[in-house]
């Protein structure tokens, strides 16, 4: 007779394990199909050169905000020790009068004007002093020259408080937006980190290679550069070109003012200064620091402004092209100027 066993059921731990690995092939199929594709080369380069941007930006508020800080302290030095030497100034007055009244004492005791200064608030002395008859010429100017001291040192004391508190509010805006910068590189630096290194230096190259256009540089050379031969706007334009083109192939830091690193305004400050002449630290404030030009009035060493907020700066180099501290992984090199938005030129008197 036939047997009719009913099938054994599977056990519990191996329905575990089905529904498990069923579970994790849903998950990653799942994951799978959510997962943000690789982005592409050009991608990473549009992101990447967007951050640099933002990066720049924020670096020359940063430095306005560093030389803000900068003057602020020398100010707030200057009237501190303005308050100091007026305090001591005022403390010798003081002790004059007084041995004034120590005198009067010894031959008869003190005037009821000068007892009323001495106890009493000086601000107030001369109106109360006012109905007395017995106070002299001598010590009546002795008193109001008090009296002015007093008020000097208050009014000083006051704009010291004034400068102290924009030091402070000033110094919270530099940490603002050092820390943007730092965030700003970060994030770019994490996006080439999704290159191959071929990838990234063939970023490195095509950005060589666009800076050279049409300068037939072949890649940046100050040997190789045509800027044809017009002369500087000035002898100090030409010296400070002169100084910049001498940093040629040194590196881009943000925030640098050299001469071992620079960005786009600390170069041109740092030209300059070594021409003699000294012109505001960051882009934005080097925009009106003289005559404006269109970009067919430019001559060598003029400056050159891009961007519509100003934020980019670099020196007129001749023949279409402009020297300049570009960004992160570049040097100071010469571009096709129409590379970047031009805004206008300046020249500096």
Known sequence: ??????????????????????AAAVALS??????????SKADVKEKVDKLYEDAERATEKASGADEAQKKLEKQVGAIQDK???GQDELNQMRDGLGLMASSQYRTGGIDPALQLFLSSDPDSYLEKAGTLDQISS???ESLRQIQDKQRTLAQQ??????????????????????KEV??????AQKLLNTLTEKERAELVKADEERASRGSGS??????????????ASSSRAAAAFAAAQGKIGTPYVYGASGPGSFDCSGLTSWAYAQAGVSIPRTSEAQATAGARLSQGQLQKGDLVIFYG?????????GNGQVLHAPKPGASVRYEAIGNMPFQFGVRIG
């Open 157 to 178: 004391r006051k704009e010291a408080q004034g400068k102290v508190k924009d030091l402070a509010e000033t110094r919270k805006v530099l940490t603002a937006k050092k």
């Open 309 to 317: 907020d100003w934020h980019h700066v670099g020196f007129y180099a």
């Open 138 to 140: 001598k010590q009546a």
């Open 83 to 85: 308050v100091a030497r």
């Open 30 to 39: 799942a994951q799978a199909a959510n997962a943000a594709p690789t982005p």
């Open 218 to 231: 072949g890649g940046g050379s100050s040997a190789r550069t045509d800027l044809g031969d017009a002369p």
């Open 182 to 187: 730092q965030t700003k590189l970060s994030a």
């Open 1 to 22: 007779m036939a047997s009719h066993r009913r099938p054994k059921p599977p056990s519990r731990t191996r329905v575990t394990v089905l529904t498990a690995t069923a």
